[in-house]
């Protein structure tokens, strides 16, 4: 089945912990995407990746670092989470940049307390 | 990319056309229009898309008027199930891999 799966569904962690929510797609996907969803602020783009080795920052990107080292991998780091950045993560995929048709994964409820 | 103005709720009666409109006045020549839903939590979810003509898949049809400034999301027979947030976002397909979600519209289909 076609997918993108994201890991781990929901992390309750504290703040300066680092962590990493993985993302994989099966899909053979060019473009990946992450995005963050907080009330009444939509969908935020936060980095996006063209290609394998190639990454770039969406609109809110501070705070976060991301990857592309294999094609279907595109993790989400967080080296020093902070209480702002609680929120649903969502990492997103498409054939390549020359198309809006992403496939979202099912999302990451993160808590930073 | 340019940017989307959607109102932010609406409700439908259940079996009845659920019309969504989307006002994207600074379009330019080369950007698709495409709709998205997100139901409860849940990834959102593509729709469709266009860039002049109207287009109609087994999920919705695709209106856009003939200056492109606007456009409307028809789904034709609206169910319980299709109570989400619908996204129109619009895109060059070219250059850019940034993509925008505005706000969206909350569509309450009722019994």
């Not at chain 2, 109207?54 to 409307?72: G, Q, V």
Request: positive net charge; charged residues 20%.
């Amino acid at each position: 089945e076609a997918q993108v799966t994201q890991n781990p569904r929901y992390l309750i962690t504290v703040t300066g912990k680092k962590l990493t929510v993985t993302c994989s797609q099966n899909m053979n996907h060019e473009y990946m995407s992450w995005y963050r969803q907080d009330p009444g602020l939509g969908l935020r783009q936060i980095y996006y990746s063209m290609n394998v080795e190639v990454t770039d920052k969406g609109d809110v990107p501070e705070g976060y670092k991301v990857s592309r080292k294999e094609k279907r991998n595109f993790p989400l780091i967080l080296e020093s989470p902070s209480p702002n950045q609680t929120s649903l993560y969502f990492c997103a995929s498409s054939w390549g940049r020359n198309t809006g048709e992403l496939f979202f994964g099912e999302g990451s409820r993160l808590t930073v307390l | 990319d340019a940017k989307t103005t959607q109102p932010p709720s609406m409700d439908c009666a259940e079996g009845r056309a659920a019309n969504l409109p989307c006002n994207h006045s600074t379009i330019s020549g080369n950007e698709y229009v495409y709709w998205y839903r997100q139901i409860h939590s849940q990834g959102p979810q593509y729709i469709i898309h266009g860039l002049k003509n109207n287009e109609t898949n087994e999920m919705a049809s695709l209106i856009i008027t003939e200056d492109r400034k606007s456009s409307t999301l028809i789904l034709p027979h609206a169910t319980l199930r299709d109570t989400a947030v619908y996204y129109c976002i619009v895109r060059v397909t070219s250059n850019t891999g940034k993509l925008i979600f505005g706000q969206g519209t909350t569509l309450q289909v009722k019994p």
